[in-house]
């Protein structure tokens, strides 16, 4: 037992350089006792050291401390996609005049630091407990983050908001795992698979129920429909750092640890025949998937339309999104699962950048209002046009990263005989583009009001910031095929070929 | 008659099914939080009688206590979020907090 742990110390190599990075970022806070740069720097050093050690697990398949957390490219990739989007909020922490403003110093770096932690064993569990602490760990700093800016109403209204919905969804989550457990007898996934396959057949109402309670919990994380109402509120009051990290960084880890979950719990017996997941007859999760899917993407597209607010359109976007992403599961085969990867990692990209423009936007003009960017193309012309791109990517034109994303979901829907469910994704794309577009007729086709023309200025840093995340949106719309390679060798998760 | 499973199951659903109504009806923040330490118990309880029933072992004592730790974390946030909410609005009802609409 003991001789397990200090052997699994070394695939833990990531997550401990983690908890180091954090507690030397809460001492240097307390030796300087003011805002500075310093402790960011550090957060942002401790995480890409953790990337880079990740990076170097990439190809190992290993299980760590009795099977409470795995290694393998699964959890390798979303490792990296977790630890690059968060070195972005934290940049973006840095630029924000809201964050700056705050009464704290510089808690945000640890506390993100600890979600980082958190999400890394989101990616990594396979334990049913694990996965409920990890979810825990992200959630419990989120809450605090929500409410960073405390003297702000609608920072601290946003805060009551999620902690109420996220802490009822996790308790819901955690009932649905006690009855999993009582059914069949275990908290390892891959034992509660081999469990469900032996049943015959398996169509006892407890696993539908506790598979929808658990699901309420992972669903929380990705803001799927019915689980969404914290989101529009959340995002509307948080910080826009803080959005950025719940609309990328968490709901990332939420689907990382829900794809695990269901790919490998609800299956017979951990098979995988030709690239195609066997779900166990009695609980078919992927109807459950498609209405999930077909929810979010409807109601967040069609709710975005009316919206005044940026922020807001972004999150009902990105409830959107989620709905989109899900799209992979409703096919239950690893080609659907490797379309998910690559448009994570597109969203990765052109979410963080819409976000970062109106970070910038918002310092300068401290509003997040359609109206308030009345004619901003004249006053701030590179920003707005890297605006623009992102709005596009999003909405999924040619040669943004986001038609890739799209692109290969919809093949993998097409190639399942799916058809009708890519028609419905399509015509959701079509109505995004209606308000993606729309932040840019205001910004280009309006006028500024009068007297109020005068350009913006904006500092070197927030430049080099925003192209390198538009360089990434466009470069994968055209040279796609590592990105793909990379989703296509990580969808190997341990148990599995 | 002998105290069994089943009893301890239909009393995890009554608490689960008391914090549900609780985090439904209430208004005030305190009294939603209290539902959901309600269904936390409740899943307590469950895992508790399936362990001890079911002859599972010891994990599912070692989950509650993992959750019975995640509550009072929960808690002790959720204290400080409602302190700081009732600092910005002088209320914690969170219908009256509520400034963000559609």
Redesign the interface.
């Known amino acids: 037992m003991l001789e397990q742990t200090l052997n699994s110390l070394s695939g833990f190599l990531p997550e401990t350089v983690l908890i180091v990075s954090m507690v030397v970022c809460i001492i240097l806070d307390l030796i300087l006792r003011k805002k500075s740069a310093v402790v960011s720097v550090a957060g942002i050093i401790g995480i890409a050291v953790s990337g880079y050690f990740a990076w170097l697990q990439l190809g190992a398949k290993s299980i760590l401390f009795s099977g409470m957390v795995v290694v393998d490219p699964y959890s390798v990739f979303f490792k990296l996609l977790i630890g690059l989007s968060t070195i972005f909020v934290i940049i973006f922490a840095m630029f924000s005049k809201e964050m700056k403003e705050s009464t704290h110093k510089n808690e945000y770096v640890y506390l993100m630091t600890a979600m980082t932690l958190g999400a890394y064993l989101m990616a990594s569990s396979v334990n049913m407990l694990m996965m409920y602490l990890s979810l825990e760990t992200v959630s419990l700093s989120s809450y605090v983050l929500a409410g960073y800016t405390k003297k702000i109403k609608r920072s601290s209204e946003s805060a009551m908001k999620y902690i109420i919905y996220g802490a009822a969804s996790s308790g819901i989550m955690i009932y649905g795992i006690s009855l999993l457990y009582g059914f069949t007898g275990t908290l390892n996934i891959y034992e509660t698979s081999i469990f469900l396959s032996r049943l015959n057949p398996a169509s006892e109402p407890v696993l539908i129920i506790s598979l929808i309670m658990i699901l309420a919990g992972f669903g929380y994380k990705i803001s799927s429909v019915p689980f969404h109402f914290w989101t529009p509120d959340v995002y509307e009051g948080a910080p826009i750092p803080v959005t950025g990290f719940l609309a990328v960084t968490s709901s990332a880890a939420g689907f990382s640890v829900l794809i695990r979950f269901i790919t490998n719990s609800f299956l017979a017996g951990n098979l995988v025949q030709n690239g195609q997941y066997v779900v166990i007859p009695g609980v078919n999760w992927k109807e459950i998937m498609i209405v999930l899917s077909v929810a979010s993407m409807i109601l967040g597209n069609f709710t975005a339309v009316w919206q005044s607010s940026v922020k807001r359109m972004l999150a009902y976007s990105s409830i959107a999104q989620g709905g989109y992403i899900m799209l992979g599961l409703t096919v239950a085969n690893q080609q659907g699962v490797a379309a998910m990867l690559i448009y994570l990692m597109a969203y990765l990209f052109m979410n963080l950048g819409a976000f970062f423009v109106l970070i910038l936007i918002a310092n300068k003009l401290d509003t997040d209002e359609l109206i308030g960017m009345k004619g901003l193309g004249y006053k701030a012309p590179v920003i707005c046009v890297g605006m623009g791109v992102f709005m596009f990517a999003l909405s999924g034109v040619p040669t943004t990263a986001g038609f890739i994303g799209k692109f290969y979901l919809f093949t993998a829907l097409i190639e399942s005989k799916l058809v009708w469910l890519a028609l419905v994704g399509l015509m959701n794309a079509v109505v995004s583009l209606f308000f993606y577009i729309k932040v840019l007729k205001y910004m280009f086709l309006m006028k500024p009001e009068e007297g109020n023309t005068q350009k913006l200025k904006f500092g070197a840093g927030a430049y080099i910031v925003m192209f390198a995340l538009v360089i990434p949106t466009m470069v994968f719309g055209i040279y796609f095929t590592p990105l793909v390679r990379l989703a296509e060798y990580s969808i190997s998760m341990f148990g599995f070929r | 008659m002998e105290i069994g499973l089943t009893h301890y199951?239909v009393l995890?659903a009554i608490l689960?099914g008391l914090?549900l109504f609780a985090?439904i009806s209430r208004r005030n923040?305190i009294l939603?939080?209290m539902?959901?330490e309600l269904?936390?118990n409740?899943?307590?309880i469950?895992?508790v009688?399936?362990?001890r029933y079911?002859g599972?072992g010891v994990?599912?004592q070692?989950?509650s206590i993992?959750?019975i730790i995640?509550a009072v974390?929960?808690a002790a946030?959720?204290l400080?979020?409602?302190l700081?909410?009732y600092?910005?609005?002088a209320t914690v009802d969170?219908d009256e907090?509520?400034?963000?609409k559609?």
């Open positions: 199951l995890g689960f914090g985090m923040a939603v939080l539902g959901i269904i936390l409740a899943a307590n469950n895992l009688a399936f362990s079911n599972l994990d599912g070692v989950v993992f959750v995640l974390a929960e946030i959720a400080g979020i409602v700081n909410l600092n910005n609005f969170i907090a509520n400034t963000m559609d």
